[in-house]
C-alpha cells in the first residue's frame, strides 16, 4: 500500500532541501548513530533515511549496500505521516506492506521500528530506522533509545545549517562595516558641501519669492549636479538595511542555562541507559541567566553531551553540572572507570572543536559545529584530560543583566 502524503508536503519538502544534506557524502557523527541504533536494538540494519518527493536516500546506513529506494515500498513514508515510533512488527501481517516487494522477496523485511525525523519547526523529513528480516518487537528502553538517537540526527542536520547560517551572518557584518565607512565618507564629504548649497539656494528663493527664475534655476541646476551623489547614498542604505537582515541568524533572549542543562541531560539519559552509563546530573540549584538561542544551544549541550556517552566505554561515568564562576557555567566530566579505563571524549573534544578543524582531518564534524554555536554566544570553551580524573569540558557564557523586577525580588520578601 502506497502511503498518503502528509498535508504539509510542499512545506516539508522545502525544509528538507534547506538543509542541503540530500546526495552528500557519508559522515562518521551519522554513521555511528545507525551503529548506535542497531546495537541497542539487536537488529541487523539501521538506517537514516530521508524521504524525497519520489524517492527514499539513506544519508547513513548499516546492513544494506542500497542507498535508497522508490518513495512508494518506502515504510519511511508511512512513518513520517506520525509524529511518534512506528513499529511493525511482522510486515507479513501487516495490511499496508504485506504485498510489498521488499517484503514479498527472499530475506524479505519482516521487522521495522522508524522514529520520525522532526525539525524544529514540525518537519517530519524522514527516519531514524531499524529494520530486521525476522520478526521481533522492542522494549521500553530500546524504543525510547532509538527516540532520543532520532532526535541527535536532526539535531545534526540544523546545527549544520545554522552553522552556515553564522558564516554567512558573519560575512553580512563586515559588509555592513564597509558600507558604513563608505556612507560616512559619503555624508562627510561628498554630500556635505552639496547639501549645505541647495539649502541655502532653498532659504534665498524663499525669502526672494517662487518666481524669482534665476535662483530657480540655481536650485535646479545643483540638484541635478548632485543626483548622482543622493542615488549613491538610498543604494548605500539598501544595502546596509539588506547586509543586517538574516533569518537564519541565532534568536537571541534571556533564558536559564540550568533548566537547558537539565533538558539536555534528560534527551541523552535513553542513549546512555543503553550502555548501563551513569548520568550524575548536578545541573541543579540557582536560575543562571545568559542571552542564547534555547533550541541551538539545547542541541549543542544536547550533542556534547552524546559525544560523552559515545565516547564512554559501557559501564562508565559522565558528571554534568551548572555553576558560576567567572560566569553561568556548564561542566562536563567525562569519568575515569574505577579498574583504570579511560574514555576516549578527549581528542574528539580537542581535534574535533578545539583545534582547527581544517588543518587535522577527523570524523567529528559536529563537534567543530557546536563549537561555531558556542563562539556565537561568546561563550569560553575550555578542556582538560588528567589521569584519574578523565576528560573535562567547562562552558563559560557572559551572564545576562539582571532585571529590576529580579532584583524587587530578592530585595522585598513574599508575603
Same mark, same amino acid.
Given at each position: 500500500?502506497?502511503?498518503?502524503?502528509?498535508?504539509?508536503?510542499?512545506?516539508?519538502?522545502?525544509?528538507?532541501?534547506?538543509?542541503?544534506?540530500? !546526495?552528500?557524502?557519508?559522515?562518521?557523527?551519522? !554513521?555511528?548513530?545507525?551503529?548506535?541504533?542497531?546495537?541497542?536494538?539487536?537488529?541487523?540494519?539501521?538506517?537514516?533515511?530521508?524521504? $524525497?518527493?519520489?524517492?527514499?536516500?539513506?544519508?547513513?546506513?548499516?546492513?544494506?549496500?542500497?542507498?535508497?529506494?522508490? *518513495?512508494?515500498?518506502?515504510?519511511?513514508?508511512?512513518?513520517?505521516?506520525?509524529?511518534?515510533?512506528?513499529?511493525?512488527?511482522?510486515?507479513? %501481517?501487516?495490511?499496508?506492506?504485506?504485498?510489498?516487494?521488499?517484503?514479498?522477496?527472499?530475506?524479505?523485511?519482516?521487522?521495522?521500528?522508524? @522514529?520520525?525525523?522532526?525539525?524544529?519547526?514540525?518537519?517530519?523529513?524522514?527516519?531514524?530506522?531499524?529494520?530486521?528480516?525476522?520478526?521481533?518487537?522492542?522494549?521500553?528502553?530500546?524504543?525510547?533509545?532509538?527516540?532520543?538517537?532520532?532526535?541527535?540526527?536532526?539535531?545534526?542536520?540544523?546545527?549544520?545549517?545554522?552553522?552556515? #547560517?553564522?558564516?554567512?551572518?558573519?560575512?553580512?557584518?563586515?559588509?555592513?562595516? &564597509?558600507?558604513?565607512? $563608505?556612507?560616512?565618507?559619503?555624508?562627510?564629504?561628498?554630500?556635505?558641501?552639496?547639501?549645505?548649497?541647495?539649502?541655502?539656494?532653498?532659504?534665498?528663493?524663499?525669502?526672494?519669492?517662487?518666481? !524669482?527664475?534665476?535662483?530657480?534655476?540655481?536650485?535646479?541646476?545643483?540638484?541635478?549636479?548632485?543626483?548622482?551623489?543622493?542615488?549613491?547614498?538610498?543604494?548605500?542604505?539598501?544595502?546596509?538595511?539588506?547586509?543586517?537582515?538574516?533569518?537564519?541568524?541565532?534568536?537571541?533572549?534571556?533564558?536559564?542555562?540550568?533548566?537547558?542543562?537539565?533538558?539536555?541531560?534528560? @534527551?541523552? &539519559?535513553?542513549?546512555?541507559?543503553?550502555?548501563?552509563?551513569?548520568?550524575?546530573?548536578?545541573?541543579?540549584?540557582?536560575?543562571?541567566?545568559?542571552?542564547? $538561542?534555547?533550541?541551538?544551544?539545547?542541541?549543542?549541550?544536547?550533542?556534547?553531551?552524546?559525544?560523552?556517552?559515545?565516547?564512554?566505554?559501557?559501564?562508565? *561515568?559522565?558528571?554534568?553540572?551548572?555553576?558560576?564562576?567567572?560566569?553561568?557555567?556548564?561542566?562536563?566530566?567525562?569519568?575515569?572507570?574505577?579498574?583504570?579505563?579511560?574514555?576516549?571524549?578527549?581528542?574528539?573534544?580537542?581535534?574535533?572543536?578545539?583545534?582547527?578543524?581544517?588543518?587535522?582531518?577527523?570524523?567529528?564534524?559536529?563537534?567543530?559545529?557546536?563549537? %561555531?554555536?558556542?563562539?556565537?554566544?561568546?561563550?569560553?570553551?575550555?578542556?582538560?584530560?588528567?589521569?584519574?580524573?578523565?576528560?573535562?569540558?567547562?562552558?563559560?557564557?557572559?551572564?545576562?543583566? &539582571?532585571?529590576?523586577?529580579?532584583?524587587? $525580588?530578592?530585595?522585598?520578601?513574599? #508575603?
Amino acid at each position: 500500500m502506497k502511503a498518503p502524503l502528509p498535508d504539509n508536503e510542499t512545506e516539508r519538502l522545502a525544509a528538507l532541501y534547506s538543509l542541503d544534506i540530500l !546526495d552528500s557524502a557519508p559522515e562518521q557523527d551519522f !554513521d555511528d548513530i545507525v551503529a548506535l541504533a542497531s546495537s541497542v536494538c539487536g537488529t541487523p540494519m539501521s538506517l537514516v533515511s530521508l524521504v $524525497d518527493a519520489e524517492r527514499q536516500w539513506f544519508k547513513a546506513r548499516i546492513g544494506t549496500d542500497l542507498s535508497g529506494t522508490d *518513495r512508494e515500498v518506502s515504510f519511511c513514508a508511512h512513518a513520517i505521516m506520525g509524529r511518534d515510533l512506528m513499529v511493525v512488527p511482522d510486515a507479513t %501481517k501487516d495490511a499496508r506492506f504485506a504485498d510489498n516487494p521488499l517484503v514479498d522477496c527472499a530475506d524479505g523485511i519482516r521487522f521495522y521500528a522508524g @522514529a520520525p525525523l522532526v525539525t524544529t519547526d514540525g518537519y517530519a523529513l524522514g527516519t531514524l530506522c531499524v529494520v530486521d528480516d525476522e520478526p521481533r518487537r522492542l522494549d521500553v528502553e530500546q524504543m525510547q533509545a532509538l527516540r532520543a538517537l532520532a532526535r541527535q540526527v536532526i539535531s545534526q542536520m540544523e546545527l549544520r545549517r545554522h552553522a552556515i #547560517a553564522l558564516a554567512n551572518t558573519t560575512a553580512r557584518l563586515q559588509e555592513l562595516e &564597509r558600507r558604513k565607512d $563608505d556612507l560616512a565618507g559619503l555624508v562627510g564629504g561628498d554630500l556635505r558641501a552639496p547639501l549645505r548649497l541647495i539649502s541655502a539656494y532653498l532659504e534665498k528663493l524663499g525669502k526672494t519669492g517662487t518666481h !524669482d527664475a534665476e535662483m530657480g534655476d540655481l536650485v535646479a541646476r545643483a540638484t541635478a549636479g548632485h543626483i548622482r551623489g543622493f542615488l549613491d547614498l538610498m543604494h548605500h542604505l539598501s544595502s546596509m538595511a539588506e547586509a543586517g537582515f538574516g533569518s537564519e541568524s541565532l534568536h537571541m533572549r534571556q533564558i536559564d542555562l540550568t533548566r537547558i542543562t537539565q533538558r539536555a541531560v534528560e @534527551a541523552v &539519559r535513553p542513549i546512555a541507559a543503553t550502555k548501563q552509563i551513569w548520568i550524575l546530573n548536578q545541573a541543579g540549584g540557582p536560575s543562571l541567566p545568559i542571552i542564547a $538561542d534555547p533550541v541551538r544551544l539545547e542541541q549543542v549541550l544536547t550533542h556534547l553531551l552524546f559525544a560523552a556517552v559515545k565516547y564512554t566505554p559501557s559501564g562508565g *561515568r559522565v558528571r554534568v553540572g551548572t555553576e558560576s564562576e567567572a560566569g553561568p557555567a556548564v561542566r562536563l566530566d567525562d569519568m575515569d572507570l574505577p579498574d583504570g579505563m579511560r574514555p576516549e571524549l578527549f581528542p574528539h573534544l580537542y581535534y574535533g572543536a578545539i583545534a582547527n578543524p581544517a588543518t587535522v582531518p577527523g570524523p567529528d564534524r559536529g563537534l567543530a559545529v557546536a563549537k %561555531k554555536i558556542l563562539d556565537a554566544h561568546h561563550a569560553t570553551v575550555a578542556l582538560s584530560d588528567r589521569p584519574g580524573d578523565g576528560t573535562s569540558l567547562h562552558v563559560v557564557f557572559p551572564a545576562a543583566e &539582571r532585571s529590576v523586577a529580579d532584583l524587587l $525580588d530578592e530585595l522585598v520578601p513574599v #508575603a
